[in-house]
Each structure stands twice: as structure tokens, then as C-alpha cells.
């Protein structure tokens, strides 16, 4: 089981970046799919997700309204559709799925991390 996350790069505040994961090895239709980030010296922090049907999405108060996450089970991808980008966006972003119980805003729920995709916003 892999997830790949990819899209990241260095861009401009205020500019916009769509990353993907892209999973392989068994499908993840029935799960929640979720981002993550992680700067340089701090926790982990919840991002987005979304549930198995797309039909409701979460995220965190500190992207809310900039971020948009979206899933295409045909295609066993997740994205995250990132605008109005801000220097404390920058972190390496992480995809998993939501394999355990538990809040789908809490890592510990969480499983199959991918290598995740490095975004760096300058000012």
C-alpha cells in the first residue's frame, strides 16, 4: 500500500498550488482521505479531509475558505486545491487515510502516511 504526494514547489504569497496523492497497492472508496502538514520544528497538524463519498469536507480554521479538498475514487486520487497562499503554509504535506476510530482532525486515526510533498511559500 503507497500513497504519493506530489505538486509541491516554492511559489509567491498569495499564489496557488493543487497538490495530489495518488494511491496504489488496494482502494481507499470507503475511507476518509485527509492532508496533513508539517513545518520545520513543530507537530504534525490536521489540514483537510474529506469523507469516502465526498460528500462532506473538513478543515482546519487556519485554511478554511482558501483550501479546497476534493477526491476522484476512479482515479484513486485525492488533491488539495490550495489558494491565497501564506508563508506559515509552508510545511511538508502529508496524505493518509482514516483507518482508525476517532476524530477525523486527529493524526492518531490515521494510517498509510505518504512521503509527503514539500510547499514553500515566500514573502
Known amino acids: 500500500v503507497q500513497l504519493q504526494a506530489s505538486g509541491g514547489g516554492l511559489v509567491q504569497a498569495g499564489g496557488s498550488l493543487r497538490l495530489s496523492c495518488a494511491a496504489s497497492g488496494r482502494t481507499f472508496s470507503s475511507y476518509v482521505m485527509g492532508w496533513f502538514r508539517q513545518a520545520p520544528g513543530k507537530e504534525r497538524e490536521f489540514v483537510a479531509a474529506?469523507?469516502?463519498?465526498?460528500?462532506?469536507?473538513y478543515y482546519a480554521d487556519s485554511v478554511k475558505g482558501r483550501f479546497t479538498i476534493s477526491r476522484d475514487d476512479a482515479k484513486s486520487t485525492v488533491s488539495l486545491q490550495m489558494t491565497s497562499l501564506k508563508p506559515e503554509d509552508t510545511a511538508v504535506y502529508y496524505c493518509a487515510v482514516k483507518f482508525y476510530s476517532g476524530s477525523n482532525y486527529h493524526k492518531s486515526a490515521y494510517a498509510y502516511w505518504g512521503q509527503g510533498t514539500l510547499v514553500t511559500v515566500s514573502s
Open positions: 474529506i469523507n469516502y463519498d465526498g460528500g462532506s469536507t
